[in-house]
Structures are given as structure tokens and as C-alpha cells.
């Protein structure tokens, strides 16, 4: 069982492990640190030419922590895809904190008013560690996946650190790798300084994205 400080929470990813819960509801974290590591490397981002055309058409207006809260609550809880989750009110708390700080961020993509999708994460040197996301709406945090590895590319950052890879996340190019080659990009990253705040239009996050891989099928 943890209790634990931001700045035991910064030390504990700058060496590759994580904090989860057991369930939402559990009020104990515990340390991860997996033998096979999941990133979605940056110039290997899949995106179907279907999903491109969503972020050239602006279907969504995708703004960058103007509602981290609210992002991170909604990713908290349960969906039909997702009947638990691993964020209880320790983890709340503690990315909060680092979203104060500067350091924890959110990608949201609204419509109408209506906040319909997005993820949160933590920013250290050039490693994004993405930690959920959640979509009200079709494509939503498709989109802000897209916006998210536009910005990283644009903004000097060299790791995206998925944690495990899913069914979904490996559609879009997410791999598995050992331990040790992790570490290694982890100290590569940390030694970089990343920044989230420049500017792109939708038409620049799209070709960012294709550059990245190239689309894939529809």
C-alpha cells in the first residue's frame, strides 16, 4: 500500500514505474513495473485516412488543459467497454497536483459546448506517459490522439509511453518492448526538453500525422 507525494510520483516514472489501483474504488496504489512496456512509437503513428479527414474537417474543437478536472474525472469512470478502471481518488489527487505544477496535461476535444472526448497524461523532458482517455462521442479521443502525437513530434519530445498496449491503442501503432530497451529510450527522453503549447492548425496535426507513418486503410 503507497502514499505518496508528487515528487515520489516524478521520481518513481523518471525510473519507469507506475502507480494503479485495483479498482476505482480501492484506496491503495500500487508500483508497476512491467517486463514488456508499451509505447506507441512517434514516427509509426497509424491513423485511418477516415480519422484524418475527422481532424482536417475541425469536427471537434480541441483545446489543450482547459478542463484537466473534468478530463480526468471522466476517465475515472466506468463505461461500457471499460465496466472498472484503475484511477481511484489517490491518483485524482496526485495528478491535480501535477497539473498545477505544469507537468500533467489534457488533450479535449468538445462539440457544442459539450466536452465529448480526450486523455490526460504526464509531460517529463521529451517522454509523454499517456495515461487514459475516455470518448462520449464517436472519434473524440481518436482525435485527441491525433492532436497528442502532433504536438509531441512538433514539440521535441522522442517517447510516448502507452503502459500496457490494448486492442485499440496497437491500431494505431502501438508495439511491445523489453524492459531494458525502455529504460534506455526513458533516459534518452528525460534528457530532452518537450513542450505541448505550440500552436497547430488542424491541417498541420493531419499532416504531422501522416508523416508519422503514413494513414492507414479507412
Known sequence: MLSMTPEMLLR????GIFPMANGRDDTALYWVDPQERGILPLDAFHAPRSLL??????????RIDT???TVLTLCAEPAEDRPETWINAQIITLFTQLHRMGLAHSIECWRDGVLAGGLYGLALGGAFFGESMFSRQTDASKVALCHLVAH?????????DTQFVTEHLSRFGTIEI???DYQTRLALA???????????????????CRAAGGSSPP
Do not use: I, N, W
Open 67 to 69: 478542463a484537466f478536472a
Open 53 to 62: 479527414k475527422v481532424v482536417r474537417q475541425q469536427r471537434f474543437e480541441v
Open 152 to 160: 509531441l513530434r512538433r514539440g521535441g519530445f522522442s517517447l510516448l
Open 190 to 208: 528525460l534528457h530532452a526538453q518537450g513542450r505541448l503549447d505550440l500552436p497547430l492548425t488542424a491541417q498541420e496535426v493531419a499532416a504531422e
Open 12 to 15: 518513481a516514472y523518471a525510473c
Open 178 to 180: 523489453p524492459k531494458a
